[in-house]
């Protein structure tokens, strides 16, 4: 079974702070992806990556920066938290050429205070 | 216009009736549908895709695409308490779009 773990379920930041978010898979994919969801407004794509050190804005990439240094690993970065990113956020990773499945971490809970 | 819509929730059906989902996108180099449960406080979980036209089964699970028309549906047979949750499609290309639909909420009542 494909295994994608985010590492921090629940967090409470405060505004101003850098925050990181992890996420590692198993299952060797291409792809990796972030998205966050909110009440109403759906999966909204952040970023994603294609391929180790490649990276390409989604439909909201405001606000956050990634990372891609490893192949299993895909980190979400917060510069300066903001309440309005207040959110459950999703990792989720692909094999081959985008439009493949996708599957999904089990979600962080950010709070932003 | 959104790239993949889905039909307005949320959907209320009795415990034992077809559950009928739909979706429809803009974009004709969708090549692959997908469709996605999400149980209140938990991630999506892929239940069904799709890549041709026609119809795919899969135990009470039928999915319907019709490229022609740019839809794709989702049927629950014999609907069940345990299927009340949002329902995301999802259509993907190869050349990077990658859009989920904003979601159904399917509340099946006993």
Redesign the interface.
């Known amino acids: 079974d494909v295994k994608v773990t985010q590492s921090s379920r629940y967090l409470v930041k405060r505004t101003g702070e850098k925050v990181f978010l992890e996420c590692v898979q198993d299952m060797d994919h291409e792809n990796m992806f972030w998205y966050r969801q909110d009440p109403g407004l759906g999966l909204r794509l952040i970023y994603f990556s294609y391929d180790v050190k490649m990276k390409e804005k989604g439909d909201i990439p405001e606000g956050y920066s990634v990372s891609r240094e490893k192949k299993e690993r895909f980190s979400l970065i917060l510069e300066s938290a903001s309440t309005n990113q207040t959110s459950m956020y999703l990792c989720a990773s692909s094999a081959g050429t985008l439009g493949n499945t996708i599957y999904f971490g089990e979600g962080s809970w950010l709070t932003v205070v | 216009q959104k790239e993949v819509e889905q039909n307005s929730g949320p959907l209320s059906v009795p415990e034992g009736a077809i559950a009928s989902l739909n979706c429809t996108y803009s974009d004709r180099g ?3 549908f ?1 469709w996605y449960r999400q149980y209140s406080g ?5 239940i069904m ?1 799709i890549y041709s036209n026609g119809d795919k089964e899969d135990g009470r699970f039928t999915a319907q695409l019709n490229k022609a028309s740019q839809y794709v549906s989702l049927l629950i047979r014999d609907s069940q308490p345990s299927d009340s949750a949002t329902y ?1 499609c ?1 259509g ?5 779009k ?1 859009t ?4 159904t909420i399917l509340t099946v009542h006993p």
Do not use: A, I, R, V
């Open positions: 969708s090549q692959s997908f938990k991630s999506p979980e892929l895709s995301l999802y993907g290309t190869s050349y990077g990658l989920f639909g904003q979601g």
